[in-house]
């Protein structure tokens, strides 16, 4: 009975909410059959879409922050040229 309670268990996720809600990427036990392969397949395409696309932000917004560093740097550079021009 423990054991059962355990499976149902994986199989769901708790989201914030504090509904219940399967996990998409959660295979069950028995035959993949074609439906659910391509729920299955659906499911990848879209978790690795996300995964890609978390990525890109990440690296975009690092790629930002030294940008922002560099500023400072910048207009202190244009400041020393101005005043060496006067």
Same mark, same amino acid.
Do not use: W
């Given at each position: 009975?423990?054991?059962? @309670? ?6 769901? /996720? ?35 879409? #996300? *995964?890609?696309?978390? #990525? @890109? *932000?990440?690296?975009?917004? +690092?790629? $930002?922050?030294? #940008?922002? #560093? ?6 202190? /550079?244009?400041?020393? $040229?101005?005043? +060496?021009? $006067?």
């Amino acid at each position: 009975m423990e054991s059962l @309670f355990y499976k149902i268990k994986l199989k769901t /996720v708790d989201t914030d909410q504090g509904s219940k809600m399967k996990d998409p990427l959660a295979l069950l036990n028995g035959p993949i059959i074609r439906a659910r392969a391509t729920k299955l397949q659906a499911a990848l395409n879209a978790f690795a879409q #996300e *995964q890609i696309t978390l #990525e @890109f *932000q990440d690296h975009n917004y +690092a790629r $930002c922050e030294i #940008e922002l #560093e560099e500023a400072p740097k910048l207009v202190m /550079v244009l400041e020393a $040229c101005k005043e +060496a021009a $006067c």
